[in-house]
């Protein structure tokens, strides 16, 4: 059974930077391509990023594009490092796993972890 497991969420005054890890365990992080999507009260779930599952390639949300960086290690951990936060990236953060072919890279599907709270402070 494929699990996913976020982590580095917290709170974080405007400008600053985090940076999210997602563990995955249960099958091989090759057999995925691996994304971050968002929630924030009220609103629905919104793509953030992908990395592909040969790790080429990547794509991002106009929103976060220059200021989010999304990677994967060799072993089973993805990461989304971000930048010059502010108010509008409150929201819980969910690692995607998705095995599907990339042309479905910013549509959910697959696995999904439970989440961590990102808060930027203004």
């Known amino acids: 059974q494929v699990q996913l497991v976020e982590s580095g969420g917290g709170l974080v005054q405007a400008g600053g930077s985090l940076r999210l890890s997602c563990a995955v365990s249960?099958?091989?992080?090759?057999?995925?391509?691996m994304g971050w999507y968002r929630q924030a009260p009220g609103k629905e779930r919104e793509f953030v990023a992908t990395?592909?599952?040969?790790?080429?390639?990547t794509d991002y949300a106009a929103s976060v594009k220059g200021r989010f960086t999304i990677s994967r290690d060799n072993a089973d951990t993805v990461y989304l490092q971000m930048n010059s936060l502010s108010s509008e990236d409150t929201a819980i953060y969910y690692c995607?796993?998705?095995?599907?072919?990339?042309?479905?890279?910013?549509?959910?599907?697959?696995?999904w972890g439970k989440g961590t709270l990102v808060t930027v402070s203004s």
């Open positions: 995607n796993a998705d095995p599907r072919p990339w042309v479905y890279r910013r549509s959910p599907g697959g696995y």
């Open positions: 249960g099958r091989t992080l090759g057999s995925f391509n």
């Open positions: 990395v592909r599952s040969s790790g080429g390639d």
